[in-house]
């Protein structure tokens, strides 16, 4: 590994490496609610395809039915998108993959959409560990129907109109190490860097990438009292690393912020490096149990622990594990999907 | 047991029937999880190399073992192979029904019973033949545990010398059914050598039924509907399966996994041109089907009527999105759990509107495992030209029942993918094109699959309003554009579903109207009102909704129109009355709902009463 600069300021954004400018990578303009953390997390979204240089006719954008599931509207133009039904996109997801392996799925989904109606979908995307980038933007309120408590708010976290949260919450991250998920992370819709080297790192790993993104809503969960407010996580972020991503394409050039030192890598699969440099000495990524623990111990000490909280680069995905032919399956003509007649033949005389 | 009276004198007044030839039903009652199912379908397979017309239907609990489980042959030179109303020959094999089973049965009728069971003080007018099963497995099984299993066989052996099966294709059949255990074909062998010549030795033949070979099967095969289903979906190209286990439609998924393995696997790579997920529930297999289905698989999933009230907001997504998707429906009886392991025809009206809002999906309804082998297969094509959900629907009896079947023909038409638009297409168009705009002035769109390269290609699915170029809408006549073109497109599903069959009898005032499994029963009931009441009908059998106009004007040429359904409410006659309003008051139901294969008599029965035969 030849040794790494920071990259400081963006520049002015040039053609990418399939020659691309960022416009089609953006999409509509978005009719959430100005300064709401789902519009950050379309922005980082839109400058990490651009500066992967994904080809964005090869993306699926896929999301349920909330405030974030109407996002992939507004970024990747260009990518075939589809809002299902509630809670239910990892199914239309596993579908797609199994059609055409080839596309990178992106899913966008929210913490009602996840972690209440579409639980069940959630956890078996995860166990099968389906090639998917899973965004949750998790603001612990249901949006849309005006900031009723998702099953992400915490314990005594107060609503808009002052009443705590009485029940326990469902820690999305907890779930999807234990359930099989191969990459978690949580971050902040207002940590720029942190949450572009995330995706990033997502984008480059194949199996579930499970994104737990604390995006605060300002109209119904932005106020004293609320553990998803944007002063609340700021206050209580504890970030596990400084992570810094190393493209595949691109070794020269750590993007991130992670200075030399004490540093931690991972190859991904597509050949980029997740590099990290430890803020808690002791955490390792890639041990399930290790993850548990820590998540369990943020809970109980209402810290809003961030980072990469789980890797595992060698689980095959669920497409592979199928082992399905090297032409994506919606693309095999009737040569190769409709036997010949000597099978029905042979059948017919097993049946005779 | 219950205990049972002796009958009041030692005299017989059973009387023997002048000989009766392979038009009989056997029925044979046991306990699930003991190994009948092998020897029925031995016996079975042996009537079938006869050369016999015969049928087999199960009728078991929705349990794993130990509970009552009776299995019908029915054997009929015509060919009737309906279930009969009437058991012929009963094999009283489990103790706990064997009391009732003997009660129900006509005078005259034969019983061969496990000797304990004394069934003989029952009553009088029955012809008997105990038989000490135990006794005879014991010396051709020496492992104890296994000769629960065994026992059954020694029936075959029995019925065998009653009705004259050659013992060779008992013979053949064992090894057939054993075919991977030849150990167990041994075992299986002798005891049903053990049941013949303890009979020849032992009983004297009085009642009336024989067999003997005839030639009506050649070139014909036997098999589940479910299993003919799933051979047509391999053969139809499916390349996407997502199923969750659900009675009675889990052997078709199954049956579609061997022969996928089978037939669709690089026999050197290992590599796959399917995928076939069992998935958490059906809220998910229908989510993947849709998402394959949208992403350009042949996708379809398989289910029952519980798993298609889950999917209802799955389908009504793929209704107004416009995704070809297949959705196998192996009808059983509800509400709810119901009866999972009997039969009916209960989701005609669900499945034709399944959803939220204006839905409507075209049906295509096999009667026969040919059918099951044509529909399923063509299903797919239906579903990719109209882009649209589009059912099959099966329904136990015939997807769990054995049939014998004409051998399938080989798909030979070209598969139709729909109006699909590749990369060349757009840059001919210029990326000027629309999701969904009506060119043809069909109700039918040009689509793009995710993977088309073309930068203009992508468009957005939603639920939600949406104008002709897939944007987000909520204006008033966009949506009102949108809904009546798809209803238009709909209307003309039935130029790419199955045309009825029409049997036209000029001299008949009265039709008879029915689909799926309603087919054998009405074709036997037409013959009785026949040759017993010289009453002459004409018949459609409609094998896709919506219905065509042939169906039309059958129902308007004839005074009165009986409308069999397998449900309580008539659910074929509602969905013609819909369709045809004005024709609707000559429309009368005859309708079954008891869970067993509907038979002809019933339906004779009713007709008669309401003609004043």
Known sequence: ?352 | MQAVSPSPTGETAYQAHSEIVNDFSIQVATVNGSGSQSSNLVLLRALFHMGVPVSGKNLFPSNIAGLPTWYTIRANKAGFTGRKKEIDLLVAMNAETALRDVQGLEPGRTVVYDEPLALDSVRDDLCYYPVPFDRLTVPVCPVPRLRKLVRNMVYDGVLAWLLGIDMEEIRGAINKQFSTKPKAAAINWNAAVAGFEWSARNLVKRDPYRLERMDANRGKIIVEGNAAAALGAVFGGVSVITWYPITPSSSLAEAAQGYLKRFRTDQETGKATFAIVQAEDELASIGMAVGAGWAGARAMTTTAGPGISLMSEFVGLAHFAEIPVVLIDVQRMGPSTGLPTRTSQGDLISAADLSHGDTIHPLLIPSTPEECFDFSARAFDVAERLQTPVFVMLDLDLGMNYWVADKFEYPDWPMDRGKLLTEADIERLRGDWGRYRDIDGDGITYRTVPGNRHPQAAYFARGTGHDEDANYSEREDDWIRNLSRIKRKLEGAREWLPEPVIDDRPEATVGLLAAGTSHEPVRESRTQLRDEYGFETAYCRVRGWPFSEAVERFIASHDRVYVVDQNRDGQLRRLLRRQFPEDYSHLRSVCYFGGLPLDARTITDAIVEKEQL
């Open chain 1, 1 to 352: 590994m030849r040794t790494a600069t920071v990259r400081r300021a963006r520049k002015k954004p040039a053609p990418n490496r399939i020659g691309l400018t960022v416009d089609p990578y953006r999409g509509l303009k978005t009719t959430l609610c100005a300064g709401c953390g789902h519009n950050s997390i379309s922005e980082r979204i839109i400058e990490c395809f651009f500066e992967m240089g994904i080809d964005p006719t090869q993306v699926i954008k896929l999301s349920g039915i909330g405030c974030s599931s109407k996002s992939p509207a507004y970024f990747l133009g260009m990518s075939h998108g589809f809002n299902s039904v509630h809670g239910r996109m990892p199914a239309v997801a596993t579908g797609a993959m199994l059609a055409n392996k080839g596309l990178l799925a992106l899913g966008v989904s929210g913490d009602g959409d996840t972690a209440s109606i579409g639980l069940g979908q959630f956890v078996h995307m995860m166990r099968r560990n389906i090639p998917i980038v899973y965004i949750i933007e998790d603001n612990g309120c249901y949006g849309l129907t005006k900031g009723q408590f998702s099953a992400t708010a915490t314990l005594g976290s107060k609503a808009k109109s002052g009443i705590a949260n009485e029940l326990p919450p469902i820690d999305t991250c907890g779930l999807a190490v234990q359930l099989g998920a191969t990459y978690v992370a949580r971050s902040f819709s207002g940590d720029k860097k942190q949450l572009q080297a995330i995706i990033k790192a997502a984008l480059a790993h194949r199996g579930t990438a499970v994104v737990d993104v604390i995006s605060p809503c300002v109209t119904f969960n932005d106020h004293v009292g609320s553990t998803k407010s944007y002063k609340y996580v700021r206050e209580h972020n504890v970030p596990l690393q400084s992570i810094g991503f190393v493209p595949h394409f691109d070794e020269i050039h750590l993007q991130g912020e992670v200075a030399p030192g004490a540093e931690y890598e991972v190859e991904l699969h597509d050949g980029s490096t997740l590099r990290l440099k430890k803020l808690e000495p002791d955490y390792d990524p890639t041990s399930r149990i290790g993850a548990l623990d820590r998540i369990h111990l943020a809970n109980k000490e209402g810290q809003v622990l961030t980072g990469v909280l789980y890797v595992n680069t060698q689980e095959p995905s669920f497409t592979e594990l199928l082992n399905l032919d090297d032409t994506p399956l919606a693309e095999i003509g009737q040569d190769r999907l409709r036997p010949p007649k000597s099978a029905l033949d042979e059948v017919m005389a097993d049946l005779a």
